[in-house]
Structure formats: structure tokens, C-alpha cells
């Protein structure tokens, strides 16, 4: 993200204001902003007469700022909660599930935590989560390869409501967004739980990578379109170069980001900072 601070910086020290607003437009693009956002902001300035590096950068904190979006990962206390995480292949959805698990655990004192093993499509996946659980500490509902994934969280809830547990976190097989067999699947097991998990305790999760760019915007409209997402982990946060387009997901889908993962450990992962995420991305 550091690039887009840079640029800007180095666009105002040049002193080349013929072209200044179409250069701005420009290094808005390459940091990710998105295309509509970047041609708004660059009328703003303009509009504005915005020629030096400071109230550039203040302006586009000011407005960046307006379209992104925090909020606590909400748990009900009275119900059993369940965060079903969705993302496409290899965006990390597996280990921030792993993560989020520890974090409530050891922020949240929730102990009463139980894992389904949605994603019956990738063969080591239940292996994989079910190391998570040995070293952070919960249970695990898995089945076969291949098995109907809906039904294993059906089996989930089951689980959790016999034990008494306080939250599911459900994995789900990476998918295309694009691909509407899969899509439709996750419409199925969106169904199962709203079956049997109150409103206020159920929150879809997407999980993004940082580096992805726009596309990652893409990705949120269509899962957003297919189960209502409620919010957004990201990660690969610290190489996110691209994470300007975290402000184009506020601004067009109104979604807040719950978590940042940065690293492979499990205390790589925090709560989003807007402050942190705009001091990064204009410096």
C-alpha cells in the first residue's frame, strides 16, 4: 500500500500541475482505488483546486475514510453463534478460521468452540483444520471427501447445540465466484443454517487476499449477492499493495472489515485499524 503514498508524494514535489488531476487519476488506479472512486476523487481535487502534496492528502483521507467500514465481530451470548467463511481457492479462509478460533479464545475467553469441516472438496483440508484444533484447542466435525457439505454443518449445529458449545466457525470449499453451480451450493448451506441458527447469530464471512485488487470487489458483490455477506477478514494484509480496493467494498457494499491477517502465526491476525489502514495507504 505504501506504493500510492509514494507516487503521491513524488507527484507534488515534481511541481508538474499541467497534468497534475489526470496523473492523480492515474496513481489512484495503480494503488487500487477502482476506477469510478478514482475518477470521483480526481474531479474532487480538481474541483477543489488541490495543488499541493498536504491537502491532497488530507482530502483523499477525508473522503477514502468515509467509505471505510469497522466493526467488533458481533457474538450473541444468548444463542449459538455460527461465521460461515466463504472466499475463493487459496485466500487463506482455512487458517483465519484457525485464527479467529485462537483469538476468541484468548481475547474473547470463548472456549466452547467447535469447527465444521465444510470443505469436503480439497483432500487435506479436514487434516489441516484438524491440526489447527489439536494446537489452538477445538473440536471437529468432518466427513468423508466428497460428502455433502451441507450436511456436515448440519451435523455442526447438531454437535454444538448437544455440547453446549457457544460458536461454530464453518469452512467452506474455495470456489470461483463466478461459477454458479458452486454459488448455488453455498445458497443450500445458507438455507440449512438459517434453519436452525437465529438471524442475529449467524455472519457470513468473506475472506479476501489483500494483494488481489479489484477483482476482490468482484468477489464480494457476487457472494454478497448469493448469501448476504455481513463482513470481511483479509489477508496477506501486509504485502497488500493492492488494498485499496478494501475502500471500494465499503463504498459500494456498506461491509465492514472485522480482521487483518498479516503473517502465519496465529497472533498474526487483529482487529482492522482504518486509522492504520489510511496512515499505510497515503502515508
Do not use: W
Not at 192 to 203: Q, S, V
Not at 220 to 236: D, M, N, P, Y
Amino acid at each position: 500500500m505504501a506504493k500510492l503514498a509514494q507516487a503521491l508524494r513524488a507527484l507534488f514535489r515534481g511541481k508538474n500541475t499541467t497534468q497534475l488531476y489526470n496523473q492523480l487519476e492515474d496513481i489512484l488506479l495503480e494503488g487500487d482505488i477502482g476506477p469510478a472512486m478514482a475518477m470521483q476523487l480526481r474531479d474532487l481535487l480538481e474541483a477543489k483546486n488541490v495543488t499541493t502534496e498536504e491537502a491532497a492528502i488530507a482530502l483523499l483521507r477525508d473522503e477514502l475514510g468515509r467509505y471505510i467500514h469497522v466493526a467488533d465481530l458481533p457474538v450473541d451470548e444468548k444463542n449459538l453463534n455460527l461465521f460461515l467463511f466463504l472466499g475463493v481457492n487459496g485466500v487463506g479462509k482455512t487458517t483465519s478460521l484457525a485464527k479467529l478460533a485462537y483469538y476468541l479464545k484468548n481475547q474473547k475467553h470463548i472456549n466452547k468452540i467447535v469447527c465444521a469441516c465444510g470443505d469436503t472438496f480439497r483432500a487435506a483440508a479436514s487434516e489441516q483444520l484438524a491440526i489447527h484444533g489439536e494446537r489452538v484447542g477445538f473440536r471437529v466435525v468432518r466427513s468423508s471427501q466428497g460428502a455433502d457439505p451441507g450436511a456436515v454443518i448440519h451435523d455442526a449445529i447438531t454437535s454444538a447445540i448437544s455440547q453446549n458449545d457457544q460458536v461454530i466457525l464453518a469452512d467452506t470449499a474455495g470456489r470461483m465466484h463466478n461459477r454458479t453451480e458452486l454459488v448455488n451450493e453455498l445458497k443450500k448451506i445458507d438455507k440449512i443454517i438459517r434453519a436452525r441458527i437465529a438471524e442475529n447469530a449467524y455472519h457470513r464471512i468473506l475472506v479476501i487476499d489483500a494483494t488481489t485488487g479489484q477483482n476482490g470487489l468482484r468477489q464480494a458483490e457476487l457472494f454478497h449477492e448469493a448469501v448476504q455477506l455481513s463482513g470481511v477478514i483479509v489477508t496477506k494484509y501486509d504485502s497488500g499493495s493492492k488494498a485499496g480496493s478494501l475502500a471500494s467494498i465499503g463504498k459500494n457494499l456498506n461491509l465492514p472489515i472485522y480482521f487483518v491477517g498479516t503473517g502465519e502465526t496465529m497472533q498474526d491476525f487483529s482487529p482492522f485499524s482504518p486509522q492504520q489502514y489510511l496512515d499505510t495507504l497515503l502515508g
